[in-house]
């Protein structure tokens, strides 16, 4: 699966947006794009993925560059609750396809 | 959502013995688990990924005979870590796959933290 680079860390004010950002030059035009968070000491949470066209669900969007190579997940409204790792990660659908960590951008929500 | 539970959720034990982590698909059937480990300040490691009624097939550098796995249904699969040692001190985390979904339908445990002493 290709890589991705994130910042290794992030703040944001309680309320406002958080727009999180990923590099993924070497994204094959069959990898999707995945985002999964993790609050501290729990199991990652599934957020939302894409592969071409900007993506949006109750928790967040997806914005992905025309020519994949980097996208950005936003939080509109960000909460304290929100603070935790995020992930972004490619990956090739098929049955056995895999989910690969990177070392993700920790996002800290102040009050 | 789909809900996937680990027991336990921590567990402490004895140098040399050996523990059992379960990992359930709750409200619906898997046809592929995952299992991951992740020590303190790192990422999510995966360990091994096993389909209902075959065996595992584990990632590089990971040891199949000290970290067994069984699938045995669609809604359970176990790790067990053999002989454990310190440093296998490790938080360990399972991931189910719905079987009537697509590979973008992939839940995760809550967790099992173990300490070796």
């Known amino acids: 699966d290709a890589k991705t680079t994130q910042p290794t860390s992030m703040d944001c004010a309680e309320g406002r947006a958080a727009n999180l950002p990923c590099n993924h030059s070497?994204?094959?035009?069959?990898?999707?794009v995945y985002w999964y968070r993790q609050i501290h000491s729990q199991g990652p949470q599934y957020i939302i993925h894409?592969?071409?066209n900007n993506e949006t669900n109750e928790m967040a969007s997806l914005i992905i560059t025309e020519d994949r190579k980097s996208s950005t997940l936003i939080l509109p409204h960000a909460t304290l609750r929100d603070t935790a790792v995020y992930y972004c990660i490619v990956r090739v659908t098929g049955a056995n396809s895999k989910l690969t960590f990177g070392k993700g951008i920790t996002l800290s929500v102040r009050p | 959502g789909a809900v996937v539970s680990q027991h336990p959720s921590w567990v402490i034990c004895k140098s040399g013995t050996s523990v059992k982590i379960e990992c359930r698909s709750l409200?619906?059937?898997?046809?592929?688990m995952f299992w991951y480990r992740q020590f303190p300040k790192q990422s999510l490691m995966l360990m091994a990924t096993s389909n209902e009624g075959s065996k595992a097939t584990y990632e590089q550098g990971v040891e199949k005979d000290k970290f067994l796995i069984n699938h045995a249904s669609l809604t359970l699969s176990t790790l067990t870590v053999t002989s454990a040692h310190p440093e296998d001190s490790s938080f360990y985390i399972c991931?189910?796959?719905?079987?009537?979904?697509?590979?973008?339908?992939?839940?995760f445990g809550p967790g099992t933290r173990l300490t070796v002493l």
């Open positions: 070497t994204i094959s035009g069959n990898e999707y």
């Open positions: 894409g592969l071409k």
């Open positions: 409200d619906f059937q898997a046809t592929t």
């Open positions: 991931s189910a796959r719905r079987a009537s979904g697509g590979p973008h339908e992939q839940f």
